[in-house]
């Protein structure tokens, strides 16, 4: 069963034998790690599973560190004398890829001597660090070490469900502990350096968890992310995955940044879990997707099995009985992997410019080899309804986040979606949708706009 879950930051500067005389500058992270580490003694844990977003690392699925034993130490940070060995709970690692095949993820033993850098150096940091304040609090345990991928946010909460599925199965005491730092740029001289997005970013991570407010989680913007340089919210999100059917409450030991990089030391102390509650493994908190991005992911799965295009539902989902030019887009682990969509309506509704569109997204789009069925859960879908475009005098009546813009020459036309990551002016915008029709520079063009509803 699970008997703790906690957040680690990993720095080796707070490790007394790296840190030395530096020890002082981040004494209330000290202080916060043997305080966590005493609880987590207390629940007597008889397996430590982690999540470092420094071990194996793989693009689309999960991977943990095979072998009997696992070994480690603090030597490349000038301490190696901080060492551990223990054995490596290959049961509980195994039952825990087999619920996650279950829900569609993918997990990977990672065999020493492998290819796979971080596994030939055994544990990483961000297993060795925690690990350290654990073993001098009296925590003796088994160990499981994962890494991360960079699989959308919701197949790692998946992933985090079937974790803790496995936990809830086993005979074993189970921990779970999530490693990782918050903000990399929260100062002049940080080690990604400073952006006023980073302490909004730590911000946001304090409050949510101390309220376990997942879904606030979930939703954070990509350019928020992006620019707060972070290397801890993949595991976050999967230690709340691990406890989403459990009544939780968090506790905050410490919080600051004198390097500038967050450490947040934090744990999760668990009740059981209701009677008659059942985890659902597809259930993820305020991801309630759009019936629009869900008919689009249909149509693309029927067509990829079929080859054959989807039946219009009957009846029509509300919102679909009008007509509207619509465009699907298509992103997998953030890059763009298809886009195709239609100005104005040449289907009998929307329903129907939604079908066409998402499959020639998916396999239609010159710029990329067609998706394959085996891609699908991968993707992030989109879904823009247009408005009619209506004719403008000017650059002037554009805004590059409230209108899209369509440019028109000599029968070459090209269009441009509003509220695109990395473009924040007109003049960006239109230069783009001339290079998209070919239109240079200094050619004369009539400017339309268009307003969208985003269903994401």
């Known amino acids: 069963m699970l008997v703790f879950a906690g957040l680690s930051p990993?720095?080796?500067?707070?490790?007394?034998?790296?840190?030395?005389?530096?020890?002082?500058?981040?004494?209330?992270?000290?202080?916060?790690?043997?305080?966590?580490a005493k609880a987590a003694a207390s629940a007597n844990p008889e397996t430590l599973v982690f999540i470092s977003p420094h071990g194996s690392f793989l693009r689309g699925a999960m991977g943990y560190l095979g072998c009997k034993e696992l070994t480690g130490s603090l030597a490349a940070f000038g301490a190696p004398q901080v060492a551990f060995k223990a054995a490596n709970d290959l049961a509980l690692a195994s039952a825990i890829a087999a619920e996650a095949d279950k829900a569609g993820v993918e997990?990977?033993?990672?065999?020493?001597?492998?290819?796979?850098?971080?596994?030939?150096?055994?544990?990483?940091?961000?297993?060795l660090v925690p690990l350290y304040y654990l073993k001098e609090a009296g925590v003796e345990a088994s160990l499981v070490?994962?890494?991360?991928?960079?699989?959308?946010?919701?197949?790692?909460?998946?992933?985090?469900?079937?974790v803790g599925r496995a936990a809830a199965q086993s005979s074993r005491r189970v921990g779970l502990i999530a490693s990782g730092d918050l903000s990399h740029c929260l100062i002049p001289g940080a080690p990604a350096g400073y952006t006023p997005e980073g302490k909004v970013f730590?911000?946001?991570?304090?409050?949510?968890?101390?309220?376990?407010?997942?879904?606030?989680?979930?939703?954070?913007?990509?350019?928020?992310?992006?620019?707060?340089?972070?290397?801890?919210?993949r595991p976050i999100i999967m230690l709340l995955g691990a406890l989403q059917e459990y009544d939780v409450t968090s506790h905050i030991y410490?919080?600051?940044?004198?390097?500038?990089?967050?450490?947040?030391?934090?744990?999760?102390?668990?009740?059981?879990?209701?009677?008659?509650?059942?985890?659902?493994t597809g259930s993820i908190p305020g991801k309630q997707v759009s019936p629009f991005v869900r008919l689009a992911k249909a149509s693309i799965e029927h067509y990829l099995r079929t080859h054959k295009l989807l039946p219009v539902p009957d009846p029509l989902p509300?919102?679909?009985?009008?007509?509207?030019?619509?465009?699907?887009?298509?992103?997998?682990?953030?890059?763009?992997?298809?886009?195709?969509?239609?100005i104005k309506p040449v289907?009998?509704?929307?329903?129907?410019?939604?079908?066409?569109?998402?499959?020639?997204?998916?396999?239609?789009?010159?710029?990329?080899?067609?998706?394959?069925?085996?891609?699908?859960?991968?993707?992030?879908?989109?879904?823009?309804?247009?408005?009619?475009?209506?004719?403008?005098?000017?650059?002037?009546?554009?805004?590059?986040?409230?209108?899209?813009?369509?440019?028109?020459?000599?029968?070459?036309?090209?269009?441009?979606?509003?509220?695109?990551?990395?473009?924040?002016?007109?003049?960006?915008?239109?230069?783009?949708?001339?290079?998209?029709a070919g239109i240079r520079p200094d050619e004369p063009v009539e400017l339309e706009r268009f307003e969208v509803t985003r269903y994401e």
């Not at 979930?218 to 620019?227: A, G, Q, S, T, V």
């Not at 450490?263 to 659902?280: Q, S």
């Not at 509300?318 to 239609?342: D, Y």
């Open 254 to 280: 410490s919080y600051e940044g004198p390097f500038g990089v967050g450490y947040l030391v934090a744990d999760f102390r668990i009740k059981e879990r209701p009677k008659g509650v059942k985890t659902d």
């Open 10 to 36: 990993h720095p080796p500067i707070i490790v007394p034998e790296v840190g030395g005389k530096e020890l002082e500058k981040v004494a209330q992270t000290v202080a916060g790690m043997r305080e966590w």
């Open 145 to 162: 070490a994962f890494g991360i991928s960079l699989l959308p946010f919701e197949e790692l909460f998946k992933f985090g469900q079937a």
């Open 202 to 233: 730590d911000q946001i991570i304090r409050e949510a968890l101390e309220k376990m407010d997942t879904e606030r989680i979930l939703n954070l913007p990509e350019e928020l992310i992006e620019r707060a340089g972070e290397c801890g919210l």
């Open 318 to 342: 509300p919102g679909m009985e009008g007509k509207a030019g619509v465009f699907v887009s298509l992103k997998k682990h953030g890059q763009l992997r298809g886009c195709i969509g239609t």
């Open 107 to 127: 997990v990977i033993e990672v065999v020493r001597g492998s290819r796979d850098a971080c596994q030939t150096k055994g544990l990483d940091h961000g297993v």
């Open 347 to 436: 289907q009998e509704n929307i329903a129907a410019e939604i079908i066409h569109n998402a499959v020639s997204a998916a396999v239609q789009d010159p710029r990329f080899w067609p998706v394959e069925l085996k891609e699908v859960p991968e993707l992030k879908i989109s879904v823009d309804v247009l408005s009619p475009p209506e004719p403008i005098a000017s650059e002037k009546e554009l805004d590059p986040k409230r209108y899209g813009v369509i440019v028109r020459s000599k029968g070459r036309t090209g269009l441009l979606l509003p509220n695109l990551e990395g473009i924040n002016t007109v003049a960006e915008q239109v230069a783009i949708a001339r290079q998209k």
